[in-house]
């Protein structure tokens, strides 16, 4: 272990890389100075430096810390750096260990990385040592509301563990704005009286980035005059579709539903947040809408990530799709849509006389579809006229590509180009090193001196784009896509003059692929026929002559001096031990977010390809806020590196607005938290060191406001309608496990009743012996009736309980309704119809309860009164319900089983306990009504017996 080199104050790491920096020092001893605290940094600010610092103190088999919400990524990188500098190393907590292997995980100590499903679970069911629990560290903290399943958690650790600490931390400020008190939530919830602020524009934050600032050179390019237009044009479609939805949903508001937050990713979560509730509703020109904002925001971000065939090719495709799926788009409707497609066609084909150049071509591609077209006697004739095409198309190559010299270029590619030659020509220093007497020493003398060159770019897409860049070069890499886009079109018409695209409308998606299976085989046998005379000229190698402009680009082009630089894609997080690899290369490509999922975004990475590859060099081909931080962090670390920062962006482009205004947000986020850390008021007991919040949360039961008035006139003033009461005994509700991703149980323990957790076959709830609940929320409801799944449990629930439930949850803030757009009541039933089927539901079933409730509060309190003078249900006893006991199925006769299962009230879950009781169907039509109860519950019980005498009274009747 080595001791960070400023000295003094026991801040011990196995490397610097998770050594604190002076304002970190300052974080780390305002949160560990106080026992509880919430501690909020700006982004990239280095959250792993303080994490792995907090639990390097704790990893001992004395103490117990449990830490929640950490990312995949972040629990690697601390696992490693703990397992360097502890004795013990951290312990990882899954769902694929057995009950037994995680209570020996807690009670071995130290610290635990458990998901907060889990850990909830084992805290319910006692597997978790709750009062030897040192403390809890909760990453993430924004997210730990009132109703999250963490919020359940710390209330369980501190009602059985009052001198524990929490340790909360979050590096996002944005996460505290748009509602109301939410810092005061955030603090009830996570049991802390005290908050830590640590901006970016804090001085002494300030004041340690400045100690060493890296040289930093903006490279504004300039966009062409066809890219801002095509801005202006995106903007205007995208108000025009706003207004438009405002139009049709005046309850949406508005104020986070604008064209700049439309830039961003969480945009679309953010619309269907208020959408939702009420999606199932909606008409389909809403639901057009809400589409079109989706494709409209992926053509702003692809406008600064393609280049201009590959930008047109989106646009085309979309079109494409359009037409043959007959898709009723807003935007597409509009004006400003065809001048977005001219603009962009204009960026590819440009104007005038290669107007005509491409009709030319399109007139070829009709003869030759006409050429398919034709019998078989004129095959000889047709194949004549190919050889003369195939002599024209060789004789206009040169056309060709002098067409293809006239495509635009993305500014940004030449930028860095030209930014990689000069970082990698030979400076006066290397003149010198050509005196060594070797080659080799001269290699590394050079790549000594110039150092690594690290570039980061938004994603995947993007970092194979520029490497294809560095080495074939600009114009063969938009050649080849240029013959991919005509290729495409030739396809496209192919495919429409053959009618494929109306066979798609009619015949679906699998007899279309049929037709172009055909299509393809046919087209292959001609290839071969005249492959000896039109090998080099079919229209279908258009992407090996591409393959071709590129070895021609690689001799004509003089740019292409930096096909020497040595080019490396980041590895994946699984080979990112293995970073060897990359000793030998000068340049480096980093993709800042993954292809799987492109909103979620991890500092973590970030640090560690700083720390594997030790860049001089370092370019933002994208902007990115935590990026630049973790850059920040890296050269105060790192201070004999001499770094230089490269930041490329577009003038005025949706780029350079989406960076000022993440930049613009987290200020005004943390100027908001300031304002109510000075103004807000907290009780002194909200931390629960005395035991006075347990206890009154302990006395606290929920009572009707009528019916405390009923008793006598009590003050209804405490606590909204709840009294204290002396606690003799806690009402139990069994829940099932995959519930606890709701709020639902944690607000039944608010509520002063006892959760136990288990594994249900039927149900969701089980509140007493008697009542099963099966919990729907508006969307659940819906597909659960479309798919058939809620009969088949209200078959189950009918048959085990006496009181089958079914409890329906709506949002009282917002409007729903059963019907759709183009629905309406009447007498008939219809079974596309929500409603309709609701109905048939209750018929068939007549014991199921429906109850509707307001939310998940409205359902704890329902759950309390349902409760009320019942007797508490058996845990055992609800688990085991609805699994089948093992039979032997050689002793089950299948022809009597089926004849069973035809008599009304015989069901799947009860057959087979039938077949064990009577041995024929002579003994089952003998049974008394209270034998057929027990067997197959009370009302289908009934059933059958009722159906049995009615066929005996017919069967003497006859007689």
């Known amino acids: 272990m080595t001791t960070n080199g400023d000295g003094g104050d026991g801040f011990v790491c196995a490397s610097r890389d998770f050594a604190l920096l002076p304002f970190q020092r300052e974080m780390f001893k305002d949160i560990m100075g106080h026992p509880d605290g919430l501690l909020i940094m700006g982004q990239g600010m280095s959250q792993h430096r303080l994490v792995c610092n907090i639990l390097r103190l704790h990893c001992d088999p004395r103490s117990l810390v449990i830490v929640l919400n950490a990312e995949e990524s972040m629990v690697e990188i601390l696992c490693e750096e703990l397992e360097l500098i502890s004795k013990q190393p951290p312990t990882i907590i899954s769902n694929d260990q057995q009950e037994v292997v995680r209570r020996d995980a807690y009670l071995r100590g130290g610290v635990v990385f458990v998901t907060s499903r889990i850990l909830v679970v084992d805290m319910l069911l006692n597997r978790v040592p709750i009062d030897r629990i040192t403390g809890m560290v909760v990453l993430g903290a924004h997210k730990v509301l009132p109703t999250t ?39 009830k919830s996570l049991w802390v009286t005290k908050v830590f602020l640590w ?408 640090a560690r390809i700083l720390t594997s590859v030790q860049p001089s060099n370092i370019i933002f081909y994208d902007p990115n806020l935590n990026a630049v931080r973790e850059v920040e962090s890296y050269c105060v670390v790192h201070p004999t590196i001499d770094v230089r920062l490269y930041f490329f962006l577009y003038k005025s482009s949706f780029q350079d607005q989406q960076h000022l205004s993440s930049v ?113 929320s508006l969307q659940d409801l819906i597909g659960s009736l479309n798919s058939g799944r809620l009969y088949k449990q209200a078959v189950a629930m009918t048959t085990f309980y006496e009181q089958p439930t079914l409890l329906i949850e709506f949002d009282e803030s917002k409007p729903f309704t059963l019907l759709g757009s183009h629905e309406r009541l009447s007498d008939d039933i219809e079974f596309k119809n929500t409603m309709s089927k609701l109905t048939l539901l209750t018929l068939s079933f007549p014991k199921l309860r429906l109850l509707w409730t307001k939310g998940a509060h409205a359902t704890a309190e329902l759950f309390y009164v349902l409760k009320e003078h019942q007797k508490e249900p058996n845990a055992k006893e609800a688990a085991s319900v609805g699994f089948e006991e093992t039979h032997n199925e050689d002793d089950i006769a299948i022809e009597p089983m089926a004849l069973l299962k035809s008599i009304p009230g015989v069901t799947e879950y009860n057959v087979r306990s039938i077949m064990a009781h009577a041995k024929n169907m002579k003994e089952f039509v003998c049974l008394s009504l209270k034998e057929m109860q027990k067997l197959a519950g009370v009302e289908k019980g009934r059933e059958m017996y009722n159906f049995v005498n009615n066929i005996g009274n017919a069967m003497n009747v006859v007689d």
């Not at 650790?157 to 340790?167: A, E, I, L, Q, W």
């Open 149 to 187: 399943v963490e919020a359940f958690i710390l209330r369980l650790y501190r009602h059985g563990n009052t001198s524990g600490f929490v340790k909360a931390i979050t590096e996002k400020p944005l996460g505290f704005v748009g509602g109301y008190n939410i810092l005061e939530k955030v603090m």
């Open 199 to 606: 901006p970016r524009f804090q001085e002494s934050v300030q004041r340690t980035f400045a100690s060493h600032v890296p040289q930093a050179f903006d490279i504004s390019v300039e966009p062409s005059e066809a890219t801002r237009l095509l801005q202006q044009i995106i903007a205007s479609l995208m108000t025009s579709c706003l207004k438009k939805l405002q139009s049709l949903r005046p309850s949406l508001e508005m104020e986070f539903l604008t064209v700049e937050r439309g830039l961003f990713p969480s945009f679309k979560s953010l619309l269907h947040r208020q959408l939702d509730p009420v999606y199932h509703t909606l008409g389909k020109s809403v639901k057009r809408l809400v589409t079109d904002l989706g494709e409209l925001q992926k053509i702003a971000e692809s406008l600064d990530q393609l280049d201009a065939v590959s930008f047109y090719h989106l646009l085309e495709t979309m079109r494409a799709n359009h037409i043959s799926w007959k898709t009723n788009s807003h935007w597409m409707a509009l004006d400003a849509a065809d001048d977005l497609y001219e603009v962009a066609k204009s960026r590819v084909y440009g104007k005038g006389e290669r107007k005509k150049k491409i009709r030319r071509k399109s007139s070829n591609t009709d003869s030759t579809v006409q050429h398919e077209g034709k019998s078989t006697e004129d095959c000889e004739d047709e194949e004549s006229n190919a050889q003369k095409k195939a002599k024209t198309t060789i004789g206009d190559k040169e056309a060709a590509k002098k067409d293809r010299e006239g495509l635009e270029h993305s500014p940004k590619w030449t930028a860095l180009q030209d930014l990689l030659a000069s970082l990698q020509s030979p400076s006066e220093e290397d003149d010198a090193a050509s005196d060594k007497d070797s080659v080799e020493q001269e290699k590394e003398y050079s790549k000594k001196r110039r150092g690594r060159t690290l570039v980061f770019v938004k994603d995947e897409t993007t970092a194979n784009q520029i490497s294809r860049i560095l080495e074939y070069g600009q114009d063969a890499l938009l050649a080849r896509r240029y013959h991919f886009l005509q290729r495409w079109k030739f396809n496209q018409a192919k495919l429409s003059a053959q009618g494929v695209v109306e066979s798609e409308q009619y015949v679906g998606r699998r007899a279309a692929r049929k037709i172009r299976r055909k299509l393809r085989a046919a087209k292959e046998a001609k290839s071969k026929e005249a492959q000896g005379n039109q090998q080099q000229a079919t229209i279908t190698e258009l992407v090996d002559m591409g393959t071709m402009v590129l070895q021609e680009q690689d001799q004509e082009d003089d740019s292409q001096n930096d096909n020497d630089l040595e080019v490396a894609l980041a590895p994946d997080e699984e080979f990112i031990n293995h970073f060897q690899v990359l000793d030998d290369s000068l340049l480096v490509i980093f993709p800042l977010h993954s292809e799987e999922d492109r909103e979620r975004f991890s500092t973590v990475r970030i």
């Open 664 to 776: 613009r947000h987290e200020r005004d986020a943390f100027e908001r938290l300031i304002f109510a850390k000075q103004t807000m008021a907290l009780p002194a007991d909200l931390d629960g060191r005395s035991g006075l919040r347990q206890k009154q949360e302990r006395l606290l039961q929920l009572s009707l406001t009528s019916k405390m008035n009923r008793k006598g006139g009590q003050s209804t003033r405490k606590g909204g309608g709840r009294f204290p009461i002396v606690e003799e005994r806690r009402p139990k509700v069994i829940v099932d496990t995959r519930e606890f991703r709701s709020s639902l149980p944690s607000l039944i323990h608010e509520f002063g009743m006892n959760v136990e957790p288990m594994t249900l076959k039927v149900g969701d709830y089980i509140l007493s012996p008697k009542i099963c609940v099966e919990r729907k």
